[in-house]
């Protein structure tokens, strides 16, 4: 199963993930198969790639609790 998932990046003290499709059963910084943005919650900034997000989510990749909601703040998905 595919998700939609945050991976770990940035320094220590100092995290900033990338939004990215992966496999469920692979580690948290492994390989994606693509990256769909970022976000940053020091500085609250954040990009999401809105066509190859909904095109994904279509495919039935499904976003993970975090992700879910930080697309709903984001105004991409209303549910």
Do not use: C
Request: hydrophobic share 35%; charged share 30%; aromatic share 8%.
């Amino acid at each position: 199963m595919l998700k939609l998932r945050l991976k770990k990046t940035g320094r220590k003290k100092q995290p900033s993930y990338r939004l990215v499709i992966m496999e469920n059963k692979s580690r948290r910084d492994g390989r994606p198969i693509e990256q769909v943005g970022y976000y940053n919650p020091i500085t609250k900034q954040s990009y999401f790639e809105v066509e190859k997000i909904i095109k994904w989510i279509e495919i039935g990749a499904q976003p993970t609790r975090t992700v879910l909601n930080l697309l709903k703040k984001a105004e991409i998905i209303n549910v």
